[in-house]
């Protein structure tokens, strides 16, 4: 299969095509209700009182201000949000220190107690060089769900290491409080409509971008020769549907109608049909395909994606050679119903709070092991990620919603994971239990240009200096491996 920047003439000519499989009337159109958008509110971090005027017993702050830099946010009233996460400047500046916060349940008195953020998430992002790198993105921690509140407090420490001169933290740092925004509503349309079972496509209101800047270039990956990039056509959007949701759930055609909520799922003979019928795949008749069962996948629109924030087109890689994990370090207290929600905030503080082009997972999968796609361009085709800084070309990223350092991750999202990578590996050609050889773009752990000889399943933490994706959840991997090569046939 080859790369290729999407056109909006091919869009628009799929979704011509598929316009008898999704189109729902004109007045149910017009009934289904507008909703809320996401939004994000970014407040300043600045400095702390000194020691005197802190309030006492909060945990890893220092006693002195002298000893080390420390910012915050005093408590205060906000608008209601889901997720926090802490950004600043300069994406090349880490930050090395301890970033607590605590947050009150909606319409409550109850305040958390307080809770870490994971600091180092510089390395879930594009490869140093890549356009995706340049422009509006900013440095930030990992995310951290913390599900419906209306305040919030914040208190950043650097790490004293005995000069002063190290114990400074990046300049311009904010607190993103992000609000997912309401669920989609679904409307019946007679049996037929371009999603899975029943249910029609709904509509999402309010999709202005938040406001931080121009998107970023693309991504440093290059189209392949012979396609055309630069077709000026209009993609075509069905009602109820914008042209930038068009242009994300065209990408999915065939194996969806256009508009579809999910991608059903098939079995092994089916998904090898699948493949070969939508040339995803070299099948040739001589030799046996190793396919796995694709497994029920839910579309961006499934989860509500508002597809006005990322940036527009997509960019391909030649293939797929490996699949990395990653666990997304955002916390385990959301309920699987609320993974949607879950996604939407990770969506939009990936693009909006830290300036990526979109979501920087292939996929996400949650506790209960429901798989979801992640950023645009098609679920069987090889879409660049920003997941595994200096291992994002020709490789998927797949993240399982959750923090899994000291925390077992449940046996339905493994086992989720080894039907994903047997299907979408297997598209590819290759083997779950073998290994694969990478070029570093670079990193802390191989320098750029290095071929370096993964797992074709591997954990983040194989291709660079990380926890990710938790000591728990990466001593699963070689069970999964061993399973997605058998749902494979080998």
Same mark, same amino acid.
């Given at each position: ?44 971090? @600045? ?56 947050? &009150? ?62 114990? &400074? ?33 709904? &509509? ?149 709070? #830290?300036?990526? &082009? ?36 020709? #490789? ?55 071929? @370096? ?38």
């Amino acid at each position: 299969m080859r790369g290729f920047i999407a056109s909006s003439i091919g869009v628009a000519t799929a979704a011509a095509l598929a316009l008898p499989l999704a189109l729902p009337t004109p007045a149910l159109a017009e009934s289904i209700p507008a909703v809320p958008a996401g939004s994000t509110q970014s407040l300043p971090l @600045v400095p702390l009182a000194p020691s005197g005027a802190r309030i006492p017993g909060v945990p890893g702050m220092s006693a002195s201000p002298d000893l080390a830099e420390t910012r915050g946010l005093a408590a205060r009233e906000v608008k209601t949000f889901s997720l926090v996460g802490v950004v600043w400047d300069d994406v090349s500046t880490p930050l090395v220190g301890r970033v607590q916060v605590r947050t &009150r349940a909606l319409g409550t008195r109850d305040w958390s107690g307080w809770q870490d953020v994971e600091t180092h998430n510089g390395e879930h992002a594009a490869d140093p060089g890549a356009a995706e790198r340049t422009g509006r993105v900013r440095g930030s921690t990992a995310p951290l769900w913390v599900g419906a509140s209306d305040a919030v407090e914040v208190r950043v420490q650097a790490e004293s290491t005995g000069t002063r001169a190290a114990s &400074r933290l990046p300049s311009g740092m904010r607190i993103e409080l992000v609000d997912p925004g309401a669920e989609q509503p679904v409307a019946v349309l007679d049996g037929k409509n371009g999603a899975a079972g029943d249910r029609a496509v709904p &509509r999402r209101a309010g999709q202005g971008a938040e406001p931080g800047g121009e998107p970023g270039g693309e991504p440093g990956a290059e189209p392949v020769a012979g396609h055309e990039d630069d077709d000026k056509g209009d993609a075509v959007a069905l009602p109820a549907m914008t042209m930038e949701t068009s242009e994300s759930s065209s990408a999915n055609l065939p194996h969806a109608p256009l508009g579809a909520l999910e991608i059903p799922a098939l079995n092994r003979a089916d998904s090898t049909a699948d493949a070969a019928f939508a040339a995803e795949s070299a099948i040739e008749a001589a030799a046996r395909p190793y396919i796995g069962p694709r497994p029920k996948i839910v579309t961006r629109r499934g989860w509500g994606a508002d597809e006005s924030l990322r940036e527009p087109g997509f960019v391909y890689t030649s293939t797929v050679k490996a699949a990395f994990v990653h666990h997304t370090a955002s916390g385990n207290k959301y309920a699987c119903k609320d993974a949607p929600a879950v996604l939407r905030s990770l969506y939009r503080y990936h693009v909006v709070s #830290s300036g990526w &082009r979109d979501i920087g997972y292939n996929f996400a999968v949650d506790k209960c092991g429901t798989v979801y796609e992640g950023r645009a361009g098609g679920v069987a085709k090889p879409v660049l990620g920003a997941h595994t800084m200096g291992f994002n070309t020709d #490789s998927m990223g797949i993240a399982v919603i959750g923090t899994y350092t000291s925390a077992n991750p449940p046996a339905a999202a493994v086992n989720a994971v080894a039907r994903l990578t047997a299907w979408k590996l297997g598209l590819f050609g290759a083997n779950p239990r073998g290994k694969t050889t990478l070029k570093s773009a670079g990193g802390n752990r191989f320098p750029k240009g290095r071929n @370096v000889r993964l797992n074709v399943i591997s954990g983040h933490r194989d291709g660079f200096a990380t926890e990710c994706p938790g000591r728990r959840l990466y001593n699963q991997l070689p069970p999964a491996r061993t399973t997605s090569a058998k749902l494979q046939g080998r």
